[in-house]
Nanobody, 127 residues
């Protein structure tokens, strides 16, 4: 059974930093492209970042230069380091696995029917 468990969310002041994690189980982690997707209050899904199988990354313009995605294939874990956080970064952040093994894509489809999703972790940026 595919399991994706996010952790590390919380409350942070504007300009602060936070690192969230996604622990994966139930599949061969290194064989899959992974994504971070977020949903802000009252808004739709927004793609944040892609990290391909061997670490190539892509970012939405809204987070480029502030967020860094990484993965540790030996630990079956991926991370999102978020710096210079803004109130508009407030959202539930989801870890998403690509539906197909060995496929690298640049952006996911923005629907919960795409791939496998974790339960999400809340990030709140507020003073």
């Amino acid at each position: 059974e595919v399991q994706l468990v996010e952790s590390g969310g919380g409350l942070v002041q504007p300009g602060g930093s936070l690192r969230i994690s996604c622990a994966a189980a139930g599949f061969t982690f290194t064989n899959y492209c992974m994504y971070w997707i977020r949903r802000a209050p009252g808004k739709g899904l927004e793609w944040v970042s892609t990290i391909q199988r061997f670490g190539t990354t892509y970012y939405a313009d809204s987070v480029k230069g502030r967020f860094t995605a990484s993965r540790d294939n030996a630990k079956n874990t991926m991370y999102l380091q978020m710096n210079s956080l803004k109130p508009e970064d407030t959202a539930v952040y989801y870890c998403v696995r690509n539906p197909l093994e060995f496929q690298n894509t640049r952006q996911p489809e923005l629907t919960t029917a795409f791939g496998y999703w974790g339960q999400g972790t809340q990030v709140t940026v507020s003073s």
